[in-house]
């Protein structure tokens, strides 16, 4: 993982949300020598339950700040 971001809710009174969005992927090197998809994707994580979400796919390149 790259990057890192908490969810504006966390903390809401009243309906919070314990979500975290991460991203990251292969260093460019590594990208550049390997076919298909890299890993360049964005996760979309529970905190509270330590599930994943949802993903997000089709990043052409390492995801460095959300």
């Known amino acids: 993982m790259n990057a890192v971001s908490v ?21 460019a090197i590594m990208a550049a020598m390997t076919a298909g998809n890299a890993g360049f ?7 509270m ?8 796919s089709g990043h052409f390149g390492p995801i460095n700040s959300i």
């Open 7 to 27: 969810s504006p809710l966390f903390c809401d009174e009243h309906r919070p949300k314990f979500h975290t969005a991460m991203g990251g992927g292969v260093s």
């Open 49 to 56: 339950h330590g599930n994943e979400v949802g993903k997000i």
């Open 41 to 47: 994707e964005a996760h979309i994580c529970n905190v």
